[in-house]
């Protein structure tokens, strides 16, 4: 069963083809993230207006690049929430046309639980149950993944996000965007404990909480600033990464070690930090747990994922109307 793909939700445009859930076809993106650098960061409306010039294009790369006519796609999957509301409608409106036109069914995919499918393209022996890490630039979440389309969250941030504590951290330090590139590329040459940032402490056993650590960032930087001391940024960039390296390991193997998980599973934009991989790595093998990590080409926002959650969605029977509308937020179990 192929199914074409189509991703909105931030400020990259893809499309992407996958055969069964599990075989990666076709994979295609359209960035805007060299021109929202210029920014420090994305600009919600200039990444829509990028959406609607680079749409059309890419499904059709990804379709030709799958060497199949629009006839010979099954189902078209589109992320619908959550996301930057005006990126969203542009795949989403494009996907009702294309789906209405083609005779297709229309299948509404969550983009948290489209990070999760990566996990199925880059393994694709791997099956729920397990329990996942989900981290990204809007989104950092512990969850229960307990078949393909039923998730509890067992913990999650309370304020910023890893990617987006990232991503401001490297802003202040100068690094330029998307941030957690940019920082991991500066601390391989710094010393990780360099400076003393704190440990945020939030109620919840595996909550977390990055407001505070990015806070801490800014200050440093600020007082040695105003007193016109240097800052080391690589030292620094190795010290915050280490730190939010070390929370979100902290909290995922404590929940996989109170469920009795045998499958941890990494997912998101952040899941392509090295620094994280390892730790983890090291972490599940003490548990004697399994450590599935996505493929680094797969960590980002990509279609491939939003086509492999798409066919085990349809396979729920998981279908929309032409009245499915965009959603800004949106709980991954309510998905």
Wanted: with cysteine.
């Amino acid at each position: 069963m192929n199914i074409l793909g189509i991703e909105s939700s931030c400020d990259d445009t893809c499309a992407a083809v996958v055969r069964d859930g599990r075989v990666l076809v076709s994979n295609c993106i359209a960035s805007s993230a060299a021109e929202q650098n210029l920014y420090g960061g994305v600009v919600p409306e200039i990444a829509s207006r990028r959406h609607i010039e680079h749409i059309s294009q890419v499904a059709r790369a990804a379709l030709n690049e799958a060497g199949l006519p629009l006839d010979g796609i099954d189902a078209v999957a589109v992320t619908y929430a959550p996301g930057l509301i005006g990126a969203l409608l542009v795949g989403l409106n494009f996907a009702k046309g294309l789906a209405f036109a083609a005779k297709k069914p229309l299948v509404p995919v969550h983009h948290l639980r489209g990070h999760i499918a990566a996990l199925y393209l880059t393994h694709p022996a791997l099956e729920p149950p397990f329990l996942c890490l989900v981290a990204s630039g809007g989104h950092s979440h512990i969850v229960q993944v307990q078949d393909y389309t039923h998730f509890k969250v067992l913990g999650r941030t309370v304020d910023d996000a890893a990617g987006e504590a990232f991503d401001k951290v490297a802003r202040t330090l100068g690094l330029g965007y998307p941030g957690g590139p940019a920082v991991s590329k500066a601390a391989e040459s710094g010393d990780p404990h360099a400076y003393a940032l704190p440990t945020p402490h939030v109620e919840g056993a595996y909550n977390v909480s990055f407001s505070g650590l990015k806070t801490a960032v800014l200050n440093l930087v600020n007082r040695a600033r105003m007193q016109g001391q240097e800052i080391c940024v690589p030292d620094m960039a190795a010290s915050f990464q280490y730190r939010i390296t070390e929370i979100l390991a902290e909290k995922l193997l404590a929940a996989a070690r109170d469920t009795r998980a045998q499958q941890i599973c990494l997912a998101g934009g952040v899941a392509a930090n090295g620094l994280l991989r390892e730790t983890l790595s090291a972490g599940a093998k003490k548990l004697g747990a399994a450590l599935y990590l996505p493929a680094r080409s797969l960590c980002g926002d990509n279609a491939a994922m939003v086509a492999a959650q798409g066919y085990y969605e349809y396979k729920a029977g998981h279908t929309a109307g032409l009245s499915l509308n965009g959603l800004a937020t949106l709980s991954i179990e309510e998905g």
